[in-house]
């Protein structure tokens, strides 16, 4: 009835309602993702989005929809303190050794180096990343780039050295 009359706001009411009493967990996070829904693909209203998905997180710490869909409108938005919560909470979870590990602590280290201009903490998240793959292009790119930076190039070159003399290349 309200979806063919494109009563969003009152689709929301009701689901909201619902949320209230509903008893069980699983019960709540499907409607507030359906609520979720409602508000990214029939409203495009981004900040309910991310209120709706937050919800979910509430009822659900470990949601990967979630926060695979937090993440993405933290992007999106350019927040990118919140991103990195989530990118941080995302690490915790994933597997330790794992590839996606690695490939979050570098997304981390690149939104500590390009997007929260903290360069210790990108070194630090780099470090990590090569601990795990030393041939991590990506890693290694970047902190040759911050060789350029006087205050960290003892750190980094501290860091890259030995996986230099690893491959025959210093």
């Known amino acids: 009835l309200y979806i063919g009359a494109d009563r969003w706001a009152e689709l929301i009411g009701v689901l909201r309602r619902r949320v209230e009493l509903e008893e069980t967990s699983d019960g ?4 507030w993702r359906r609520i979720a829904d409602i508000y990214q693909i029939e409203l495009e209203d981004q900040d309910e989005t991310v209120a ?8 659900d710490h470990e949601d990967n929809q979630a ?3 937090l993440s993405e409108l933290y992007r999106e938005l350019e927040r990118w ?4 919560e989530i990118v941080e909470r995302r690490i915790a979870l994933a597997a330790a050794e794992s590839e996606s590990r690695r490939e979050l602590t570098f997304e981390a ?5 390009r997007q929260l ?3 210790p ?5 780099y470090r990590e990343v090569l601990g795990g793959d030393n041939g991590h292009d990506g890693a290694r790119a970047a902190l ?4 350029r930076e006087e205050d960290y190039c003892l750190t980094v070159c501290e860091i890259l050295a030995p996986l230099y003399r690893q491959d025959g290349n210093w």
């Open 121 to 125: 903490l990108a070194i630090e998240r």
């Open 28 to 31: 709540r996070v499907a409607l």
């Open 81 to 84: 303190p919140d991103l990195m």
């Open 144 to 147: 040759e780039e911050l060789l």
């Open 52 to 59: 709706a998905q937050l919800a979910v997180l509430e009822e």
């Open 109 to 113: 280290a690149e939104l500590s180096h």
């Open 67 to 69: 926060l695979a869909t």
């Open 117 to 119: 201009q903290d360069p």
